[in-house]
């Protein structure tokens, strides 16, 4: 079993991050409880469900389907097509790609039964290149993976006659695939031609998981027809693939609209910290909103250590500067929580204990933020950061994609999909949030577990 936070390259992090009282005291505990949802794969029905559409147009692909533009969101706790919006959105997409085109999937994790099924009918049966980068800790001896294990074995099938660059394959990182450490924590997935469409793009904070869909809210944000952003996505994953630690890890394509930013956060130009410079830009007053104050939406799995304090610090200055902040979460430290209770940043806690075995198992899984109001000078502004990364020391040493998209429209819906996870915690939580807290943690004490095993573990 998988100690609680990726041992083998985080154990001197959280060792610092504890000490200084940074990371919820629980999270020093044993762990233990996680293996059967770690290691379950799509119930049959689930399965069942993601299966492609008839295509009634007879075209050479099982199905006959485009991914919008801009984002899409699931929610665990709706209809079965919003808890699995986003997987049968890369499911069909999969099911889309023609003849002899490219797939490229960077996941930390791939445990997907529905997932994997496609990917081996697309190369099998269509001759495509899958190709797909993950870490080793969700794929070895002490944590089974059936999913990846098939998907390799799928993927030989007819593989060395294949030109190089054609060849399909499954690749695992001990660390930072582009990096000396951290974790390969990036998600993205390339696709060369979706139906008629070239170069299309997905990333966000969803890894190719039934758990994605069925226990965490996340994100995926879709850009099509972007021909030097896409080669870039594929030097970044052909980076990966090598395992190699690179010299210039912090690589970045802007259009002047959409910034798309990959970690590690290293080399030239890697200096100060990202998330901070971006809040420094704000100013709480003077915004072009009504009543004049600037509006800050925030829904983010993870803040702590040093790096979530100081995030954290900035955040309860511009609350107390005038700023409406309003932050969904699942995992922040204590005295993260502290400094921003100390300025009363509206919280909600999405991480909920359904099974009552002191862990929770349903939790916020995105790592966004949206901006409107007075931003670097503009009044005006909207402007929304997503990705992969959370707030935490390791993320600026791993393997991360980040998206800052100056669109009102994309703003728009990412402001009104934090307010709206912001307000509705499911009832079956519970209607007071510091109760629920003190009672998974009084029972996680009781059990000897860590409540946060599974956040850490599919983070």
């Known amino acids: ?265 290293r080399g030239k130009g890697a200096k100060s910290d990202p998330v901070m410079d971006t809040l420094n830009a704000v100013a709480c007053t003077g915004a072009a909103t009504p009543g004049g104050h600037t509006r800050i939406r925030i829904a983010q799995t993870a803040m702590y250590g040093d790096r979530g304090i100081a995030i954290a610090h900035k955040l309860a200055f511009l609350k107390r500067a005038g700023c409406s902040i309003k932050i969904a979460y699942a995992m922040f430290g204590n005295e993260v929580l502290k400094v921003l209770r100390d300025a009363n940043v509206p919280l909600t806690h999405l991480a909920y204990d359904s099974n009552e075995d002191g862990i929770y198992d349903r939790y916020l899984h995105m790592k966004s933020m949206a901006i409107v109001g007075n931003y670097a000078g503009n009044p005006g502004a909207r402007i929304t950061w997503n990705g992969s990364a959370n707030w935490t020391p390791v993320a600026l040493n791993s393997d991360e994609v980040l998206g800052r998209i100056n669109k009102p429209g994309v703003t728009a819906k990412y402001m009104k999909w934090i307010d709206y996870i912001f307000a509705h915690r499911p009832a079956a939580w519970g209607p007071d949030e510091k109760n629920t807290h003190a009672t998974v943690m009084g029972r996680a004490a009781a059990l000897g577990v860590d409540p946060y095993a599974l956040i850490k573990e599919e983070n």
């Not at 295509?55 to 209809?79: A, C, E, H, I, S």
């Not at 593989?159 to 998600?187: A, E, F, Q, Y």
Request: charge should be positive.
């Open 1 to 265: 079993m998988r100690t609680s936070l990726i041992s083998a390259v985080l154990t001197s992090t959280l060792v610092a991050t504890l000490a200084a009282g940074a990371l919820p005291i629980a999270a020093a505990e044993p762990v233990t409880g996680v293996t059967a949802a770690r290691t379950s794969t799509a119930a049959p029905a689930q399965a069942q469900a993601d299966k492609p559409k008839k295509n009634k147009n007879k075209t050479k692909t099982p199905d006959n389907y485009v991914p919008r533009n801009g984002p899409q969101f699931n929610n665990p706790y709706g209809k079965e097509a919003d808890v699995r919006r986003l997987i049968r959105q890369v499911n069909r997409t999969i099911d889309s790609v023609p003849k002899k085109q490219k797939i490229r999937i960077a996941s930390w994790n791939v445990r997907s039964a529905s997932i994997v099924t496609a990917l081996i009918r697309a190369h099998q049966e269509r001759k495509i290149s899958v190709q797909v980068v993950m870490d080793r800790h969700n794929m070895n001896p002490n944590n089974p993976n059936f999913d990846v294990r098939r998907l390799k074995a799928g993927l030989k099938k007819g593989n060395k006659k294949r030109d190089k660059d054609m060849r399909s394959w499954v690749r695992l990182c001990v660390s930072s695939c582009r990096g000396n450490w951290g974790i390969p924590h990036t998600k993205f997935y390339l696709f060369s031609q979706v139906q008629n469409v070239p170069n299309v793009i997905m990333y966000g904070s969803y890894n190719a998981t039934e758990l994605g869909a069925t226990i965490q809210w996340n994100d995926l944000y879709t850009m099509k027809r972007e021909t030097d952003r896409y080669i870039t996505f594929e030097n970044i994953f052909d980076q990966m693939a090598k395992r190699k630690t690179v010299k210039q890890g912090l690589v970045s394509y802007d259009d002047g609209v959409s910034q798309t930013v990959w970690y590690p956060f």
